[in-house]
């Protein structure tokens, strides 16, 4: 408990204090793979990065899937910004050597109205956005090491105009020094944009690199599992998660959550305070998460997890 405390300490010491906008903010596209998905990875602040066996864990770290020994779905859901909705859903199949996933998630963001330059209505249009994965983890040394990876097929579409990528996360996932502990590491949407929207012009796309920590401390009063990311996205500032979920009772959890991201950086998810709380009963669990995005709003996530 005492080193697991230790490292999220110096997590946050190495976290940048100053809050000047980072001079690539605003310059990739596909802005909706920053959004995270699940609803208890949300309430946790985000910090994924050493969770293990979950099927959400395709969208954050790949090699968490590991641990998985039954077929399972997930099916995540949130009203998000403004008219904008957001799901995720995947399904996992483990083998004796490996788990599969196959993951979706998408982002609609309403219909909006078509005006001319002097702001005449000419009708309406709608946009969308989605991506596709195929994801792997497997075990390189016994259960000390297991490696992730996701390809990933994208597509966005403005109106009439329309963009697509490719995409590859990668992830590690290693078992840590003491026991309940696992580090973790991912990096995203390393890939290309095959066609742009319009003319040759071409956005890049948000890579994101997070170092996790993960611990189920022994000898507490109740069950509890710590979690702390530390991220580097090539948009934005440096930035830590800080998530914990406590075991209040049976099937029953409570998981309040941090993110310490960059003010400036609106269009991220896990902005500040985040909160939620899970209950599983035999093969299933409901997960809950609501976090704040004070004039914008506030958000809700629900997802569902079931084993098949």
């Known amino acids: 408990m ?44 985000g910090a994924y990065a050493a969770a293990t066996a979950d099927p959400e864990a395709a969208a954050w770290n790949p090699a968490g899937l590991w641990g998985i020994n039954k077929r399972m779905a997930s099916l995540s859901f949130n009203r998000y910004l403004v008219d ?32 001319d330059g002097e702001g005449t209505v000419l009708g309406s249009f709608s946009a969308a956005d989605m991506a596709a994965y195929l994801s792997l983890a497997q075990p390189v040394w016994q ?3 297991t490696l992730g990876a996701s390809i990933k097929a994208i597509y966005s579409n403005i109106d009439k105009f329309s963009s697509d990528a490719y995409a590859l996360d990668l992830g590690l996932l ?42 189920r401390p022994a000898h507490m009063p109740v069950p509890m599992l710590l979690l702390a990311d530390f991220n580097l996205p090539n948009d934005s500032d440096p930035y830590l998660s800080l998530g914990l979920e406590v075991q209040v009772i049976g099937g029953l959890y409570v998981r309040p959550g941090y993110s310490l991201q960059q003010a400036g950086s609106a269009d991220e998810d896990a902005m500040g305070l985040s909160a939620g709380a899970g209950f599983a ?21 629900v997802s569902i997890i079931g084993g098949f």
């Open 2 to 45: 005492r080193l697991s405390i230790t490292l999220i300490a110096l997590f946050m010491c190495s976290a940048p204090t100053a809050h000047a906008i980072n001079a690539n903010a605003g310059t990739t596209g596909f802005s909706f793979l920053k959004i995270g998905v699940g609803a208890r990875a949300m309430a946790l602040g």
């Open 84 to 115: 904008s909705q957001a799901g995720f859903i995947s399904t996992t199949l483990p083998t004796p050597k490996r788990v599969w996933s196959i993951s979706a998630n998408y982002v609609t963001y309403g219909t909006m109205q078509r005006t």
């Open 143 to 145: 259960d000390w090491l």
């Open 281 to 301: 009963v035999k093969r299933y669990r409901l997960d809950y998460a609501y976090s704040s995005y004070a004039d914008l709003g506030d958000m809700h996530r």
């Open 174 to 215: 290693i078992r840590g020094p003491l026991q309940g502990m696992h580090l973790g590491a991912s990096l995203s949407n390393l890939g290309f944009v095959r066609s742009a929207y319009v003319g040759e012009f071409k956005d890049s796309l948000p890579v994101h690199m997070r170092f996790g920590l993960s611990h």
